[in-house]
Each structure stands twice: as structure tokens, then as C-alpha cells.
């Protein structure tokens, strides 16, 4: 085996600069796992080139670092030093190992294994020195012993077994992995849209490295051997020795899945539960991803690293060519190796081009934060912000001529508003994962159903509240699934339709308003309006003869019960899923919209509030009782006049805006609250739309706008149809909110 002194440096020079980036003086997980792996490529190859000074400190970083994560120190302070100190004393035995042939012991690494010894109890195993003579690292000169087999020298001492692990790493790992495993699958079908693209292969890459070293240093061999394949078949990928090609996206889904599956049960077992038994073989797996390792040609590394050098200075145009002749003249010769060997770069130039070839480089620092913190402190910026209103209210009613009192107010209304906008931005976050998911899923369905699908996605990057993602995973499931079972056409169906056999689906997102809106399109067959009238009348659902427009008829599929499905699949048929759409959507305050034209597909449009915790709406009075109406379901206000007032047989009072007959909602009798407005023209009348409907609701004043924050009223209250909460007006009066598609419903109920 032979292994070069380039890629031994590029290690090196890679665990140099991670330690560089690391923040703090703290080891967490994730980066010890990214250390240890890199070590394990160190050792091996100081093994390979008969570098014993090298494998024998790399070793007792190795050891260093496990003890590290184990909490073993008795001095973590010293043990980070030494892990400095290991980095350095690796270069320095490799540029001189370089410089030297050979790299002669000195006191100062002699020093450095006893300090590892005296902190980790750490010894060196028995190796043969470059002298050729047979010594024991730190022990006495001319102490003779056997050369020990490579594979016997690089072993590591075997972890201690799980039950001796400590619980809080070993939960840690299982979360760690989950988080992972998740960053894989997006990254994943990012890859599937851009095969070519070397920092969505990198960005997989890295996890699978991740979970590969913990895991070997938890003692989870199954979990530990699949990443590692893994990790080889991407690593061929990035190094340009390997296509990606659709098996190698499938193969690296299926073994994702594969390590969520061991993870899971390395949790369930953790938990006391029973674990779940195992799946499928993973013979199967291994097998494929050999043959895709076996079955690809070596292609040339890409010649973007001459391309990464000129832009970084470290060599001119003219380097550049003389090292792409030296390339040519030797065949299989990397460009980084010719610009190495004729004094045209240096080895660190090299590997910093490499890395910034494979690295993916974050802009953006995150810190992890504690969802129950986060909700108390938007909790207190709530309480803030009644607080506030409060002092505003309390100035209005009281003249006064205090200056600088209502300068400092008004600056404490600025800071406050500032706050609750940055407040609330911190629990939104991209919908692009909820987006990922979704594309996997249509994958997994297509495969299913023997349909070819492409996937466009629009607008990932739009936030949303972090507590409505997993609210809205359901409803967007049960659209997709309709979609790809009932929307699109199998390829020969498309054929004879002459569309192209692949369907597409698109997931747009989009704000509008205080709205966040996701639409669902397919290009499939579309809605059948004739068989969708036909079921709701054989359902009872609709009089035999009742005129309806389109989108009165698209909205019945989401009545309980109506499915148009002429089967039932594993997908969708059985009626139960768009009724469950609806009632998701209305749970979140959130409309739906259906468009669809025959023959060319089916749009479904979903809007949400943008937060849950806070609502902007108009406050309206009633008698002595205030209510909050959400001013997105607000079309417009106004006073009729009386002639715009009419009784229509069977559906009560209309009023008459804009040529429309609305149905009057009189919130005094559907409430019981007394008020002396009996009239609508002597009244404000506010045009509500929900449910695909629009009615005109009556109220006494309008008293004017504001953002307020949502209050549950508690178990007791929290079913009463038409409220969907409280919250605190400025005067410290509690303001019931309207849930608009309730107070349809309710006011149908009792007319």
C-alpha cells in the first residue's frame, strides 16, 4: 500500500486548520468526531510510510481526545494545550520526515508523550523507529522488542463497553445524529437537482464523517462500518473519482434511512423500550455500494484548484500552464502534485485550495438556543408589549405638556416595537426544510407508483413561524400525496395527452400581507367537475340541481368523505384527506384556495398567519364587550344605507355591497349582548371572508387597529366556537378574537 506524502500532509495541515476554527477552548461532539476521524487517516498513513514518530502522536491525541469527550480529564485546560501541542509536533515530525528522510527523536516529543502519559495514562505501542532499531516510545533506550504488525499497532484500545458509556454523551450522539441525518436528505436532493455541484457533495460528506467517528469511539460497529462506506463512496464522489449518478443518490438515501433506523433503536434501547426489530439485511446495501465504488473509472481531478490558486495569487497563469504540461507529460499525475514537485506552489497553498474546493464555507453563525427560552422570552416581549399599550392609553387620557416625558415615552415605544419585530423574527425560520421534506416524499411516491416526476421548488428561503412547521407537515402530505396519485398521469397516459412523460410538481412559498402562502401545482389531468358534483349528490352533500361555480365545486373535495378516486391506494382514495386539510388550515387561521384547469393541472393555494403569537387586527365593539377581528379576513367596512337592507325567505337579512347579497351576522344576538343598535344602517357592518364565503358582520363602533398578543384562554374555554383566543387591550380590558370560519359556522347553526 502506498501513500504518499501529499495526502499525509493534507491531513495534517486539515486537522491544523479545524483546530483553528474551533470557538473557544471546548470539545463539543461534533468536532471531536470531525478530529478523530481525521486522525485515523493520520495514523494509517505514518503507517504506510513507516512514520513511527507521527502514528505514535497521532495515537495519543487519539487517546487524548476520546478521554476528552469522556470527561476523563482531571485538567481539560491542559488536556486542550496538549492537543495544541500534538498539532504542532505533527507538522513539525512530517516537515522534517520531508526535508530529512527521517525524523530523528527528540527530547521535546519525548516530553510531550510523558505530559500525555502523566494526564491521559496514555503509552505508545511498540513500533519500529526510522533508524530501523526496535525501541519502545518513552521507554529505555535499546529495550527490544518484536515489530508488531501494522494492523496490531494502529489499533486503537477497545472502548469500554456501551453500559460504561456515559448516558448524556451517548443522547447527545443520538440527537447529534438525528440533526445529521436530516442536513443529509436536504442535502441530498439539492445534489439530485445539481449532480455537478462539489459543496452539496462536501455538505453530505461531512455528516456521514461526523457520526462515523463517534460513533467508533461508542463502540457502534454497525452504525461506525455503514458511515464509513458511505463516506468512501462520497469521498470518490467529491475527489472527482465517481460520478453521481441516480443509483448513487439512491444508494446514499437508502443508507440514511438505514442509519436512522440502527440510531432509533440504539434510542429505544436507551429508553428502556423494546427496540424495534431490525429491518432489512444490510448485506444488500454494503453490496450496492461496492459495486458503485468498483464499477466507476478514475477520472482526473478537476482542474478548478489551478483555477482556485490564480484567484488566491499563490501562482501566476504561467505556473499554472508549466503545471498543466507537467500533467500531460505524466499521465494520472494530479495538478496539485506537478505544482508541488516543480516549485510552482507549496504544499500548504495545495491543501488550502483543496479545502476550498470541497469545504462548503457558512457565512452565517448560529448558536443553539433552548425553544423554552426563546418562547419565555417572546413571552416577556409580550407582556412588554401590553405593558406599553397600557402607558399609551393611560398618556392619551391625560394632557400633559411634559417634553421630555413624551420624548423618552415615545423613544420607549420605539425600542419596544424593535424588540417585538426582532423577538418575533427569531422564531422564523426557512420553510426550505419543510420544502426538502417534501421532495423526498414525491421521490418515494414516484418510485411507488411507477410515475416520473420532477420537482421545482420557489421561494425555500421564506420564513415561517418555527411552531406552524411541523403543524402544516400534515396538510402539505396529504396534498402531495392527492397530487402525485390523482393529479398526474402515469408516462403513457401523458403520452397520448401530448404532454411530456415526466409530470411536474411545484412548491412555491411567498409572504402576502401578514401571510405566508404556499401553493401546490401539478400539471396533471385537473379536476373533474362533473364527476365531483355527481359524488357530492350521491353523498347528499348537494341538492340535484343546485348551480354552483367552479370554485364553489373544487372547494366540496374538501367536504368529509368525497373522494372522486375510482380506487383506493396506499396513497390517497379513501376520502379522509382533504377534509383533514381543511381542518389543519382552519386550526392555524389559515385559508384555502383551489384552481384547476382540465387537462393542465391543479393548484392549491394555502395561506397562513405568519406568527402565532401575535395577530394584527381591527378591535370592534359590541354593547359593553370588545372583540378582535384578524384584519386579514377584513375585505372592507363601511355603513349601509338602509335600502342596501333586505329579507331574503330561507336566508334572513342580506345586505346588499356591491351588488352582492351578503348574509347579515347581528354578533349582539349571536353572543347575546345587549346594545342599543338595533338597525344595520344605524350600526358599522365589517365584510368577512372565510371558508370560500364572505358575510357582513355587525358591530356598534369600530375603536380602531392594533397588534396584539394571543392569549389562550384555557382549558375550560378554548372549544367555545367563533373565539379563537383573548388578549389584552391597552386599557387592560381582555378583547375576545374571532375565528372567522367558527363564526360562519356558529351563525349558520342557529339561523
Known amino acids: 500500500m502506498k ?100 525524523f530523528e527523536r527528540t527530547e521535546a516529543m519525548e516530553g510531550y508523550l510523558r505530559a500525555l502519559g502523566d494526564l491521559t495514562g496514555y503509552r505508545p505501542a511498540v513500533g519500529v523507529s526510522p533508524a530501523g532499531s526496535d525501541t519502545e516510545a518513552g521507554g529505555d533506550a535499546g529495550a527490544e522488542a518484536p515489530a508488531a504488525p501494522l494492523e496490531e499497532a494502529d489499533a486503537k484500545p477497545a472502548p469500554a463497553p456501551l453500559s460504561d458509556q456515559d448516558e448524556s454523551l451517548l443522547r447527545d450522539f443520538i440527537t447529534e445524529s438525528f440533526e445529521y441525518i436530516e442536513q443529509i436528505e436536504i442535502n441530498i436532493l439539492n445534489l439530485e437537482q445539481s449532480p455537478e455541484d462539489k459543496e452539496f457533495i462536501n455538505a453530505i460528506f461531512r455528516p456521514f464523517h461526523s457520526i462515523k467517528g463517534v460513533a467508533s469511539f461508542l463502540n457502534l460497529d454497525t452504525i461506525r462500518d455503514l458511515s464509513h462506506s458511505l463516506e468512501n463512496l462520497l469521498d470518490k464522489a467529491r475527489n472527482g473519482e465517481l460520478k453521481v449518478t441516480p443509483p448513487v443518490i439512491d444508494v446514499i438515501l437508502d443508507g440514511a434511512d438505514a442509519l436512522k433506523s440502527l440510531i432509533g433503536r440504539v434510542r429505544d434501547e436507551l429508553d428502556g423500550k423494546a427496540a424495534a426489530p431490525a429491518g432489512d439485511d444490510l448485506t444488500e446495501l454494503r453490496e450496492r455500494i461496492h459495486r458503485l465504488e468498483q464499477g466507476q473509472e478514475v477520472e482526473p481531478a478537476a482542474k478548478l484548484v489551478g483555477e482556485i490558486l490564480l484567484d488566491d495569487g499563490a501562482i501566476t497563469r504561467d505556473a499554472l500552464t508549466e503545471g498543466l504540461k507537467a500533467t500531460a507529460e505524466k499521465p494520472g499525475r494530479k495538478l496539485g502534485e506537478a505544482l508541488i514537485t516543480e516549485g510552482l506552489a507549496t504544499p500548504k497553498q495545495v491543501t488550502r485550495a483543496l479545502r476550498k474546493q470541497a469545504e462548503q464555507i457558512s457565512d452565517t453563525t448560529t448558536i443553539r438556543v433552548d425553544t423554552r427560552k426563546l418562547d419565555d422570552m417572546i413571552d416577556m416581549v409580550g407582556e412588554l408589549v401590553i405593558t406599553q399599550s397600557m402607558i399609551q392609553q393611560d398618556i392619551s387620557n391625560q394632557l400633559t405638556t411634559d417634553r421630555n416625558l413624551m420624548r423618552n415615552i415615545a423613544q420607549l415605544f420605539r425600542i419596544t416595537s424593535g424588540l417585538q419585530r426582532v423577538s418575533t423574527s427569531l422564531r422564523m425560520i426557512p420553510i426550505k426544510q419543510a420544502f426538502q421534506r417534501m421532495s423526498r416524499l414525491i421521490r418515494d411516491l414516484a418510485k411507488d407508483s411507477g410515475k416520473q416526476i420532477a420537482v421545482e421548488l420557489v421561494g425555500e428561503d421564506t420564513e415561517i413561524d418555527r411552531n406552524m412547521v411541523d403543524e402544516i407537515y400534515n396538510p402539505l402530505v396529504h396534498l402531495v400525496r392527492n397530487a402525485v396519485d390523482h393529479g398526474l398521469e402515469v408516462p403513457e397516459e401523458r403520452r397520448a395527452a401530448g404532454k411530456p412523460e415526466k409530470g411536474l410538481i411545484k412548491l412555491k412559498a411567498y409572504h402576502r400581507g401578514g401571510n405566508i402562502v404556499i401553493e401546490i401545482a401539478d400539471d396533471g389531468r385537473g379536476l373533474n367537475r362533473e364527476k365531483i358534483l355527481k359524488k357530492a349528490v350521491n353523498n347528499h352533500l348537494l341538492n340535484d340541481g343546485e348551480v354552483l361555480s367552479d370554485q364553489e365545486v373544487y372547494r366540496l373535495i374538501l367536504l368529509p368523505g368525497l373522494s372522486t378516486a375510482e380506487k383506493i391506494t396506499d396513497v390517497s382514495g379513501r376520502g379522509v384527506g382533504m377534509d383533514v386539510v381543511k381542518q389543519a388550515v382552519d386550526k392555524l387561521r389559515g385559508k384555502i384556495e383551489i384552481d384547476s384547469l382540465p387537462g393542465r393541472g391543479t393548484t392549491f393555494i394555502t395561506s397562513f398567519p405568519l406568527t402565532m403569537a401575535i395577530i394584527d387586527g381591527m378591535i370592534v365593539k359590541v354593547g359593553q364587550q370588545r372583540y378582535i377581528l384578524p384584519t386579514t379576513a377584513i375585505r372592507q367596512a363601511l355603513r349601509p344605507p338602509r335600502e342596501s337592507c333586505t329579507n331574503v325567505v330561507g336566508k334572513g337579512q342580506m345586505i346588499n355591497v356591491m351588488g352582492h347579497l351578503l348574509p347579515l351576522i347581528r354578533l349582539s344576538e349571536l353572543f347575546d349582548i345587549p346594545t342599543d343598535f338595533k338597525e344595520p344602517w344605524e350600526s358599522i357592518v365589517v365584510v368577512m371572508e372565510g371558508d370560500g364565503k364572505a358575510k357582513a358582520l355587525m358591530v356598534d363602533e369600530i375603536l380602531g387597529k392594533a397588534e396584539v398578543v394571543i392569549k389562550s384562554l384555557g382549558d375550560g374555554m378554548k372549544n367555545i366556537r367563533g373565539i379563537a383566543g383573548g388578549a389584552i387591550l391597552g386599557d387592560g380590558q381582555i378583547g375576545l378574537i374571532i375565528d372567522t370560519e367558527g363564526l360562519f359556522t356558529l351563525s349558520e347553526s342557529v339561523s
Open 3 to 102: 501513500m504518499d506524502y501529499e495526502k499525509l500532509t493534507v491531513l495534517v495541515d486539515r486537522i491544523a486548520a479545524d483546530f483553528l476554527f474551533l470557538s473557544g477552548r471546548e470539545l463539543d461532539i461534533p468536532a471531536a468526531g470531525g478530529f478523530l476521524n481525521i486522525l485515523e487517516g493520520i495514523i494509517d498513513a505514518a503507517g504506510q510510510l513507516g512514520l513511527t514518530p507521527l502514528r505514535e502522536v497521532g495515537s495519543g491525541i487519539n487517546h487524548l481526545l476520546e478521554q476528552t469527550i469522556m470527561d476523563n480529564l482531571p485538567d481539560k485546560a491542559a488536556g486542550f494545550d496538549l492537543f495544541e501541542r500534538g498539532i504542532s509536533l505533527m507538522q513539525e515530525i512530517l516537515r522534517d520526515s520531508q526535508q530529512r528522510d527521517g
